[in-house]
């Protein structure tokens, strides 16, 4: 995978910077036929603040981090007029805002909370253009799992897939195979949802069909 400076050498203009380090944004970037042309993560406070919603959470870190990416583009000269998109993904499970689980003991805690039940994944993206301009889309795709076994509980857990994911779980990995049930975009479950992001993309100016030209 390329490194947080250039991604690809493209020349044709306007740029796009994603500000994440998530390979799975810039997979399904890749997947749309768009190839950003920097990777600036942002390295943003992700707690929730008191009485803070999931909703608007995620709103916040998304802008946050496109904020952040800004800042460093635009002293860039390379940079300086790019388009910056962002992302932020939260699960919520039992009223509750789900972690993004580092150690076992949280994904753990994450499992038996999804276990047998219908939960909410929220993502925001976030998209400022050249002319410093903000656009925002907020997608919500609604995910219920089957009642896991002890001996998934225990051999999900094992595989280590829960790793840095929102909720400890990834449904694009081994644990698609607990989904009974999906309510709108599957995208946004992986952490992008792929037609509002195009459709904003699309919509700000950014020429993505000319990407799909350059890819044919």
């Not at 800004?70 to 000269?77: D, Y």
């Amino acid at each position: 995978m390329a490194s947080s400076s250039e991604v690809s050498n493209t020349s044709w203009r306007p740029k796009l910077v994603l500000a994440s380090a998530s390979p799975r944004r810039l997979a399904l970037l890749q997947q749309a036929g768009i190839e950003p042309d920097a990777l600036l993560p942002a390295d943003v406070d992700e707690a929730p603040l008191k009485n803070e919603g999931p909703k608007d959470l995620a709103k916040r870190l998304s802008r946050a981090k496109a904020e952040v990416a800004r800042k460093t583009a635009r002293n860039r000269e390379d940079l300086k007029d790019a388009y910056i998109l962002s992302a932020d993904t939260i699960v919520v499970a039992g009223g509750r805002i789900l972690p993004k689980a580092e150690v076992v003991d949280e994904a753990a805690a994450c499992l038996r909370l999804l276990s047998g039940r219908a939960h909410r994944v929220y993502t925001s993206i976030c998209l400022i253009t050249p002319k410093d301009s903000v656009r925002e889309r907020l997608v919500e795709t609604r995910v219920r799992f089957k009642r896991l076994s002890r001996e998934e509980f225990e051999r999900y857990l094992a595989s280590g897939e829960w790793r840095g994911k929102a909720g400890g779980y990834a449904i694009q990995g081994l644990a698609g195979t607990f989904v009974v049930k999906l309510v709108g975009s599957y995208t946004n479950v992986v952490g992008l949802p792929l037609y509002e992001t195009v459709a904003l993309l699309d919509g700000e100016g950014f020429p993505v069909r000319f990407t799909w030209l350059n890819a044919a």
